[in-house]
């Protein structure tokens, strides 16, 4: 043949599924290395040339390639087609071979006959994909250069030029043929996009160890007889095509990370498991864009909960690029947490002292530890939601239900060491008889709870649980981690007139950095010393200016009562409009830290219906809101003219005139978080 006859093979590390692919290891031997080997088998081609990108993610493969002696072209990162007809023409290609980085099991026999078939046709683009009757991994493309330059040149679309060959496809002036199989195999996975496609293409190679030259249809009769050959056959073909970035990462998180992240709140499943953008790229007031570049305006979380004066407020963030442009943490320790504990305790005159950590479960486990230390007891009566750590899931030993109304059914104590049982006991919010019964016939050294989240205190709850504890010489904890700073200048016990011996407060103390506090009477925060409590990061410097600047601005611009006004007209809004459409609501919280939920059966699909709609029209909105000061009017009312819409369209739902079902795409969301209090 006189043509020069010319593979290029399209490969990259910066895979948002699968990173650095292409140099996974195949029996020993780097994916695209097997690849290249099968395919220099070919008895037509001239050359093979990898294409790759200038993106520096790539410089490993680059090196790899020229250790080598692989013929390399790199070109563009974000325009593939011009890439491509570059490498193309660097090379002098009269014919080009199309092949993808990830089609580790390519057959060069399969190759052959489609290059001659491409010859004997004397078409303009040949292929094996339109439909596949092939594996997928198979996958072969064909066209003259003269076809490719001419695609370079007309190509307009963004996604033609993020591509090669979809321009070619479409266009109806070339001359096209498909080369099909008798037998349709599309549904077999053998092309590396996957963790699972990994694990399924080294098994096969395995198969026929050593030799790599294996034919497609020998591998076809392997998989045939072995299930676990086609475990990632469930896997769509091209699925990652349709897939945005967002939605990438977060399947490549769940298989490296225990549920995907690192706080349950955040995870895709309580929202809209399928729809749900996980991953920020920036934030600005409540309006935050995800990896793709879409906005969205956030009327839910809000940072869950640690964001009342917005996302990135220049004030705060600029004191702490200011503080740690002169170290954020060294051997000494830094001045700011000083003034942090003193500002704490002087807003609460009923405490003497201060510890700083950092999350909200160590700050809960740390006063848990000094009122044991201080009440010589380890038994502690609890309501409300508490964290992670093992003494409040010690709960769940006695009976798997034991914080059911407090959190969610179900949740397994496992590593909670069996010896904790019985030493945390649940009583409900405003059951003040129910905790006399607990104290009477338990030896309790501490009461732990939150102030109010979903019901306000009645008859005198709180004064009750204080007089309880002045009587049996009880430790009163309030738990301040949500409550703090969302209807006072501190803790939402100085509403209700009612002082604990300690309280601690997190979440909107640093407005999104990481900083939590512990404050008590002198007397029982001395005990913090008699045991052992301490960590390295807990003296680190953004955590404690962050809080002070925080401070700072709440003071000033008495910012708890701006949310909690806009809040309470939030709820008024939810009552209304659910009211108008025939809807039965329920409404929970204090006012800025408000949630709803419609009375019905059907409430989970009607909140992944509320949420699937929201994203939308460009809203992050489920049926709670953590407010902000940057809730203005001109978003809240955009927001309630779509869900006066949704709720018309439950009402419908729930009359039997129209289905839920038949709106929702994908599954329905997880049922989240449930609280005793």
Known sequence: ????????????????????????????????????????????????????????????????LKKKNINLYIGEDQNVLKRFFDAANTYNASIVVRITGDSVILDYRLLDKMIKKFIEKKVDFLCNTQPMTYPDGQDIEIFSFQTLKKTYKNAKLKYEKEHVTPYIIKNK?????????????????????????LKVIRLIYAEFK??????????????????????????????????????????????????????????????????????????????????DGKKYTDVSLMGVGSNILGYANSEVDNAVKSAISKSNITTLNCPEEVELCERL???????????????????????????????????????????WHDWYLSANLKSTDGLKPHLMPGLDPAGVPKSLKNTAIP???????ELEKIVREHDIGTIKMEVSRNQKPENNFLKKVRDLCNKKKIILIFDECSSGFRQSFGGLHKIYGVDPDMAWFGKALGNGYGITAIIGK?????????????????????????ANKT????????????ITEIGSEVQKKWKFLAKKNNINIQLNGIPALSTFSIVSNDWLKYKTFITQEMLKKGYLAT???????????????????????????????????????????????????????
């Open 1 to 64: 043949m006189s043509q020069n006859i010319v593979a290029i093979i399209e490969a990259r590390l910066n895979s948002v599924r699968l990173p650095g692919k292409v140099l996974k290891k195949i029996n020993g031997i780097p994916a695209i290395e097997c690849l290249f080997k099968r395919i220099s088998k070919s008895k037509y081609l001239d050359n093979i040339v990898v294409a790759t990108s200038k993106n520096k993610k790539n410089l490993p493969l680059i090196e790899f």
């Open 173 to 197: 002036k070339f001359k096209k043929y498909n080369y099909e199989n008798k037998i349709d195999y599309s549904k077999f996975r053998w092309s590396l996009d996957e963790l699972e496609d």
């Open 210 to 291: 050593p030799n790599i030259y294996f034919s497609w249809e020998d591998a076809i009769k392997k998989v045939l007889k072995k299930k676990k050959l086609a475990s990632n056959n469930s896997i769509l073909r091209n699925e990652g095509a349709r897939m945005t970035k967002t939605q990438k990462l977060w399947r490549r998180a769940k298989s490296l990370i225990p549920g995907g992240n690192m706080i349950l709140s955040k995870r895709p499943e309580l929202f809209h498991p399928d729809l749900w953008p996980a991953y920020f790229n920036k934030a600005k007031g409540c309006e935050i864009w995800d990896l």
């Open 345 to 387: 305790v002087a807003m609460h005159p009923w405490s003497d002292m201060a510890r700083l950590a950092r999350t909200g479960g160590e700050a809960s486990a740390i006063a848990v530890r000094i009122a044991r230390a201080a009440s010589g007891k380890s038994k502690i009566a609890f309501c409300g939601y508490h964290g």
């Open 427 to 433: 009583f409900n919010y405003n059951n003040f008889h």
């Open 522 to 546: 002198r007397e029982i925060m001395d005990y913090a010393q008699s045991s052992f409590i301490s960590s390295t990061f807990w003296s680190e410097r953004s955590g404690p200016v962050a």
């Open 551 to 562: 401070l700072d601005i709440m003071e000033k611009t008495k910012s708890w009562e701006t």
């Open 623 to 677: 049926n709670a809101i953590f407010v902000s000061v940057k809730h203005n009017t001109k978003i809240l009312k955009n927001y309630f003219e779509i869900l006066d819409q949704l709720f018309y369209q439950i009402s419908e739902f729930e009359t039997g005139k129209k289905s839920v079902d038949e709106k929702l795409k994908g599954v329905i969301c997880h049922s989240g978080f449930k609280r005793l209090n």
